[in-house]
């Protein structure tokens, strides 16, 4: 297509994108278009873009005194929605039962849609609540188990999802295992295998974490779910780290209930999370929350949570606009490109360890790192004192490494400063 029409094109799109999104910074909403207009179609391309991205950069309230590379524990969100959220505060704060319930709560429905169309399902599957931890907790407390039932996890799993399974086996007297995976795995089969031979006839459910935390491994979702499925099991994913970040349809994981953090790569106000259940499943799981129909098949029975942020809420709306601009799979390339850029530098420097495969469909934007002679705690001290670079020590089962996460508001320069640090503190340490 000739540059000029390409530009229209671009144009057009991206306006439809702004189109109903009353509060979108109009001025961003330009920079965006004239950005998006003049980068590459091809996300592989558009990766490397510089130019692009500085305009993303810029819509980021980020540190001046500092660099934040734990975008793994949570992530920041662009100033956009950081705006949003203070206009529906005060909005609130002017007469809280009007506007929070008559007003705000009206963009309930809306914000399903948007949220389904993100999902690639139906808005009747989607539970809008507070993070990860509450979306699985309801579907790990509401499942009909019985005693002796059996329920497989990993060791490497979220500890508050893992914490939720024991009380259940204390509770209930039901069966919790755990499998144990030595990461990085370049190979689908082996993890596929490893959670086949734990199931025995007890074996219920599955629990499976996509992007694992600790060292950012992707997991194979779909082939688990195909070979639990031919097995009568279900499946729950915690997609904490993978919603938002990895250009995915739920459906197409073929699971049957999906938790995320929206607080994450989506960049949504923090303290923002969604529940994705299968439809045909709905009825059966028992809301954590009370409900005046608890075995209704309506999604909405899990969103019973009585007064809480409509701000909050309200704000992910803006959070799935700014996405929607960069487009999922561009957003996902850039961050992976990031993260190979700096791993790639430091891969070979005499001490250092990566923890984490630099394999496109094993990993995206979290990388483990270690220096050989110092603890994650040593090393993510350093970091800090002498480079001013936030990171996080992982200490956890078998995982020992210092956690790397940069996000699509992550500069070059951060990362050259990052790659800097880690050969000279390598250099220094006598192993
Ligand atoms: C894999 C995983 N699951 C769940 C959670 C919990 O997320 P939230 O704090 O949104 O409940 C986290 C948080 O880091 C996580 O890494």
Redesign the pocket.
Known sequence: MEPRRNFIKKAGVLASVFAGQGFFNQLQAAQFIAAAAITSDDPFIAASDEDYWQVIQQAYTVPSNFINLNN???SPSPSVVQQAVERYNQLSNQGPSYFMWRILDQGREPLRQKLALLAGCSPEEIAVN???????NTVIFGLNLQKGDEVIGTKQ??P??IQAWRQRALRDGIVYKQISFDFPIEDDDTIVKAFEQAITPKTKILHI??????VGQILPVKKICQMAHRRGLEVIV????SFGLLDFAIPDLECDYF??????FLSAPI???MLWIKKEHISKIWPLVCNDKPQSPDIRKFETLGTRSFPIEQGIGEAIAFHTAIGSKRKEERIRYLKNYWATRVQNIPGVQLHTSLKPGYSCAICGVSIKGLTPAQLDQQLYNTYKIHTVGIVWENISCVRITPHVYTRIADLDVLVAAIEKIASGVKG
Request: charge should be negative.
């Open positions: 793994g524990g949570v507070r993070n990860a931890t509450e979306a699985l799993d979220y508050n999802m974490t996509h992007i694992i935390n600790w915690d997609g904490a780290h938790g995320t953090s929206l607080h994450k303290g923002s999370g």
